[in-house]
């Protein structure tokens, strides 16, 4: 891929993004529980209100930010994460390989 190339699938990948979120708002309420609790172990984010779950969603780990060093770390190079959270991700960096995006 050229480097306009990735940048338009960058755009649209967004713009896929914005789509589905808005989706899953319409769809499950996402923006009217009152709180929302992550689970590592469990890999769920849970959605609810007085303490009775409503939405219960199977999350991966893509990676983490340091906001102190203004960084950002790929699950697959954190050791803190565990494997059954970054597993599925390691389809990125092949994705990457296989169409030659900045490698």
Do not use: C
Request: charged share 20%.
């Amino acid at each position: 891929m050229t480097e306009e190339e990735v940048h338009e699938f960058i755009h649209e990948s967004v713009h896929q993004l914005i789509e589905l979120n808005e989706q899953f708002r319409r769809e499950f309420g996402i923006g009217d529980y009152e709180r929302w609790d992550y689970d590592l172990e469990k890999a769920t984010l849970t959605f609810s209100n007085n303490g009775v779950p409503g939405v219960i969603a199977d999350v991966l780990a893509a990676g983490s930010i340091a906001t102190a060093s203004k960084s950002w770390l790929w699950s697959w190079n954190n050791a803190s994460l565990p494997d059954h959270v970054t597993n599925s991700v390691l389809a990125v960096p092949e994705f990457g390989k296989k169409h030659h995006i900045l490698s």
